[in-house]
């Protein structure tokens, strides 16, 4: 079976001018799509952006800054709303695919992490 990966973009899929808002009909008509080509000896590799999920909170606390030093504590409430955000958008998007009675599995690299400075997070 071929794969194919298909990335589906956050503001594609999202409100990205509301905090976490589903733009459900695009991800219904993606859904659709993924649909068309799952089984044909073809198996979907899906990945997806953020959009309005986790963008909001990564702006807010400077999660692109890295951990600050002065205030660890508020980096790391930063990076976990952030996480708990794009979580929450996953769990939507997986939903849907089973919904629709295709096979799906979250699989999260949030472990390999790292800062520019090659900090782990992890």
Not at 49 to 60: C, I, L, N, R, V
Not at 74 to 96: C, D, E, F, H
Request: charged letters at 15%; aromatic letters at 6%.
């Amino acid at each position: 079976m071929q794969r194919v990966c298909l990335k589906l973009g956050g503001a594609s899929i999202t409100n990205k001018a509301t905090h976490e808002s589903l733009n459900s009909d695009a991800l219904n008509s993606v859904i659709q799509l993924i649909s068309q080509v799952y089984g044909k000896s073809t198996l979907p590799i899906v990945i997806h952006g953020a959009g309005s999920f986790g963008h909001f909170e990564a702006k807010e606390y400077g999660v692109n800054k890295g951990i600050n030093q002065e205030n660890q504590h508020r980096s790391l409430m930063g990076i976990s709303l952030t996480r708990k955000s794009v979580t929450k958008l996953n769990s939507i998007i997986v939903g849907a695919l089973i919904e629709n009675n295709l096979p799906a599995v979250s699989v999260s690299v949030f472990s390999l992490w790292s800062f520019e400075d090659e900090t782990q997070l992890l």
